[in-house]
């Protein structure tokens, strides 16, 4: 377990701490993954090197950081908190799961004691931030909730109506409140956010940052624009009008077929038309002052929307096929529309075409409190590894790590041949080491996890 977790990196699930000396700091990680979406704290390691010092004490400071979470975390938490041995030292690992808060540091309050995890940093969450997390406690999205300022005759119906017969999804009225559109208040029918987000009349008074600002940028950063616009459509026109400002601004092969020219696009349409919609169903409409933005540069294209990804889902199980919609009533008409074909598939079809198209595949990211997908037109080199190498990661995905001993013996030579072939790769970043320190003779080498 213990190699496993050394393994990893700092980051959204995952921290290392030297000991319990700013016991403040250990407390608002806790806090933070809680919210979030859980993690481990593991305690005894120093967070840059990942060197095990161990605790000179592990039973007491475990003791002490139990009192510390049941004091100063409010609600309740009880996290896993374990001693584990590593060699001869004892760690303390925190397992911290994700439940519905929010949680908070009691000694400073429900507002100002309310911390999130965005990569591997704590942040104090803003009032928006402690919203959605309440939302979720309510099991109600943002785009659910009934739109006050508006009222049933802001809805564009006639669009909305022609949208749905040409999916050969006829709508109504009883439709529109099956989907999410429609929500009794006091005694009569207003529209939902998600409604006015879709088809509002007064959409941009209402959610003046429910655009698109589209730019295409000459070079590869963004010194010099050659064109730029803002798409303030209905949000399923939206995305047409998305697809059609990057297909203009991205280039065109031709090849020519026994019976006509074929166009081969410079990115896959079905990977680009995947990151827009995933863009427009996954942003938060809630974050005033913040919009989605597509940027078009010669090598790639970066789409970036507000909001990272809903409490509870870590990018792994999201590209795992994992699916939480944070719009639940957008998802809801652009399924029906179409637009989606079946939930928790964006990120993996969007995969398997750059692997199909031979281009490198999709980037995702979250930064800070926007989630990006970066778009590569970089055909993908085929890398050929000497033997060695393709022995190695055999080895270790049915053992799991290997010390340079092993290594040696598994490639047949010398255990200096062996170590410099293991630097090598950690330096590249197939492997990672685990160990008490960089002389540790013992010291193990794993598969790098992120």
Aim: proline share 5%; glycine share 8%.
């Amino acid at each position: 377990m213990i190699i496993s977790l050394l393994a990893r990196n700092e980051g959204k699930t995952i921290e290392f701490k030297r000991n319990l000396a700013s016991p403040g700091h250990v407390i608002r990680t806790v806090v933070a993954f809680a919210n979030t979406v859980g993690g481990t704290l593991v305690i005894g390691v120093r967070d840059r090197t990942k060197e095990v010092i161990g605790l000179k004490n592990a039973l007491a400071e475990e003791e002490r950081l139990a009192s510390l979470v049941a004091d100063t975390v409010r609600p309740q938490l009880v996290p896993d908190i374990q001693v584990q041995a590593f060699r001869n030292r004892e760690l303390i690992v925190v397992k911290v799961p994700h439940v519905v808060g929010p949680y908070y540091v009691k000694a400073e309050g429900p507002e100002a004691g309310v911390y999130v995890r965005l990569g591997s940093t704590n942040r104090r969450a803003g009032p928006e931030t402690i919203a959605e997390i309440k939302r979720l406690a309510r099991n109600t999205s943002f785009d659910e909730l009934p739109c006050r300022e508006s009222d049933s005759e802001a809805i564009d119906f006639r669009v909305a109506s022609e949208l749905f017969s040409g999916a050969s999804r006829p709508v109504s009225r009883a439709k529109f409140r099956t989907l999410g559109l429609l929500v009794d208040r006091h005694g009569r029918q207003v529209p939902t956010n998600g409604a006015v987000l879709l088809f509002g009349k007064n959409r941009g008074e209402l959610f003046p940052d429910a655009v698109i600002r589209c730019a295409r940028f000459k070079g590869k950063d963004k010194t010099r624009f050659i064109d730029q616009t803002e798409i303030d459509e209905y949000l399923p026109k939206a995305v047409e009008s998305t697809v059609a400002f990057i297909e203009r601004h991205t280039r065109q092969a031709f090849e020519i077929g026994r019976l006509k020219r074929q166009t081969i696009p410079e990115y896959p349409t079905a990977v680009v038309r995947e990151a827009v919609i995933n863009a427009v169903v996954h942003a938060d409409y809630s974050i005033g002052g913040s919009c989605t933005q597509v940027a078009v540069f010669d090598t790639r294209i970066e789409i970036t929307n507000p909001g990272f990804l809903p409490f509870g889902l870590t990018l792994e199980a999201a590209l795992a096929g994992v699916s939480k919609l944070r719009n639940r009533v957008i998802g809801r008409v652009f399924r029906e529309l179409g637009l989606i074909e079946q939930w928790g598939s964006g990120m993996g079809r969007m995969l398997a075409e750059s692997r199909k198209h031979g281009i490198q595949p999709p980037r995702f990211e979250e930064l800070g409190n926007h989630f990006r997908v970066t778009l590569s037109s970089e055909r993908v080199a085929r890398t050929r590894h000497p033997v060695w190498h393709e022995e190695l990661e055999r080895y270790l995905v049915e053992t799991g790590d290997v010390s340079t001993k092993e290594a040696a013996r598994l490639w047949k030579t010398t255990d200096r041949t062996a170590r410099t072939r293991l630097r090598r790769l950690v330096k590249e970043g197939m492997l990672a080491e685990v160990g008490t320190g960089p002389r540790d003779p013992r010291r193990r080498y794993v598969l790098h996890r992120q």
